[in-house]
């Protein structure tokens, strides 16, 4: 692990979230300039439609789209790929969310570090991963360990 350059992620929370709260509702939206590199994190209890009416969001589709649930006492991070849509087809658009996941989990936990310093519970908490396809063959939900296996 340890590919996120922190220089380049560039995080912003929408109010009412802070840093620290609330857990739920707590969704992240994700996307990236190809040309810079250069990783833009929202955090907000909403996903940010502004950040993803973006003209490269818009045509590539490789954002990535994520939010807390809790299922009793039992806190768990659901992220979204859509691997159908966007530019290419979806096999090489499915082997590219997979190789790019590692540094996405890794934004995730850096980025919203301070909350997971308040809750510890949620470093620990499972990570779903949502691949959206029209095609069955690459429409699955995996988990993906936790938060804590992508500690930079």
């Known amino acids: 692990m340890g590919r996120l350059n922190p220089k380049k992620l560039h995080l912003h929370y929408i109010s009412p979230t802070t840093i620290d709260s609330p ?3 707590r969704k992240y939206a994700l996307t990236h300039s190809d040309r810079t590199g250069d990783l833009f994190l929202t955090v907000a209890s909403d996903y940010n439609h502004k950040q993803l009416k973006g003209w490269q969001a818009r045509i590539m589709r490789d954002e990535v789209l994520a939010e807390w649930q809790r299922k009793e006492k039992e806190y768990s991070l659901h992220v979204y790929c859509k691997v159908s849509g966007g530019l290419g087809p979806t096999g090489f658009r499915d082997k590219i969310f997979r190789q790019e996941l590692p540094l996405v989990l890794e934004v995730f936990r850096y980025g ?9 519970i949620l470093d620990k908490a499972p990570i779903w991963v949502n691949f959206q396809s029209k095609k069955k063959k690459f429409n699955k939900v995996e988990e993906w360990g936790t938060l804590s296996d992508y500690l930079i």
């Open 23 to 25: 857990i739920i509702p």
């Open 112 to 120: 919203d570090e301070k909350l997971i310093y308040a809750y510890p």
